[in-house]
């Protein structure tokens, strides 16, 4: 059995992650984290070697809060019924103890993915669209048969919905000077086209882009289209309530002029991006 993961989706958030990490654990021979985001290769990057006291006790940056926030809802929910967790659910626990407590390394990672006998065992983590090049290569060398999941999305949408949701969140104030700020910061930190370049680089075809507008096409032929490239036998997909979308983001469009702003800033990257994959969707160079 291959050592680790056999897929990985990488697509950034707002593309559709969470839509795809549901949809793939609906499938009959497929295993997931209990989690989605496992994130390790960005850890491994940005905090390397964080224990247990940094988790919890140092700093509070999101990954930490999101941390604790996960031990306080397992906690709660072992309180309110233990029996479930010391023997039906025992599995999960051990997963839970080892996924809070344990230092996250190599092993640690491929050893998530040791336990199933699933032929297509995956994790979905948004943060590694963005990843610089020496640990895209890392992947590469420490899963030389992995595939790659790539959603993308329409750069103004991508942004305009992340704006929508860090304004839930409290984050951001939705004037025109704050969004325009925002805008300007995505597109400079942000390039679609050298992290797909990246992405291409080292997996070849073992890398896949697919597109955020197809999946509000037509969900079942998305889902079919990621099936297809994880080699997936017809005789064992599950389409049961699969939906066009998944955590929508609201109706509110962006306006006309953001619009056209925003479309100016991403205008280069969308056409060298077009040059590395052949072709786009239309309302992308529209």
Not at 11 to 27: C, F
Not at 163 to 191: H, P, T, W
Not at 252 to 259: A, T
Request: charged share 25%; net charge negative; hydrophobic share 35%.
């Amino acid at each position: 059995m291959t050592e680790g993961p056999t897929f990985i989706g990488v697509g950034p958030e707002k593309t559709g992650t969470t839509w795809v990490d549901y949809n793939l654990g609906k499938q009959p021979d497929f295993w997931l984290p209990p989690i989605k985001e496992l994130r390790f290769f960005w850890e491994d990057m940005a905090v390397p070697g964080e224990g247990v006291i940094d988790r919890f006790f140092r700093g509070d940056e999101w990954h930490k809060q999101q941390y604790r926030a996960y031990l306080k809802k397992q906690t709660r929910s072992f309180l309110a019924d233990p029996v479930p967790a010391l023997t039906s659910a025992r599995s999960r626990t051990l997963w839970d103890l080892s996924y809070l407590f344990r230092r996250h390394t190599d092993d640690w990672y491929l050893a998530n993915f040791r336990h199933s006998n699933a032929p297509h065992r995956g994790e979905v983590s948004p943060q590694y669209f963005f990843l610089p090049e020496p640990q895209v290569q890392k992947i590469r060398s420490l899963l030389p048969d992995v595939k790659i999941i790539i959603t993308l999305r329409e750069p103004v949408a991508w942004c305009w919905s992340f704006c929508k949701m860090i304004e839930r969140q409290g984050e951001l104030q939705r004037d025109y000077g704050g969004v325009r700020d925002f805008f300007e910061q995505k597109a400079r930190l942000n390039s679609f086209s050298d992290a797909a370049s990246r992405w291409l680089h080292y997996f070849g075809e073992d890398a896949q882009v697919f597109f955020y507008e197809d999946l509000q096409l037509d969900g079942r032929k998305f889902l079919g289209s990621i099936l297809n490239f994880l080699d997936v036998d017809e005789r064992r997909r599950n389409f049961d309530g699969v939906t066009d979308s998944l955590n929508p983001g609201g109706s509110d469009q962006i306006p006309q002029e953001l619009q056209f702003f925003a479309k100016s800033l991403f205008r280069d990257d969308v056409l060298r991006l077009e040059q590395v994959l052949g072709s786009l969707p239309s309302c992308w160079t529209a």
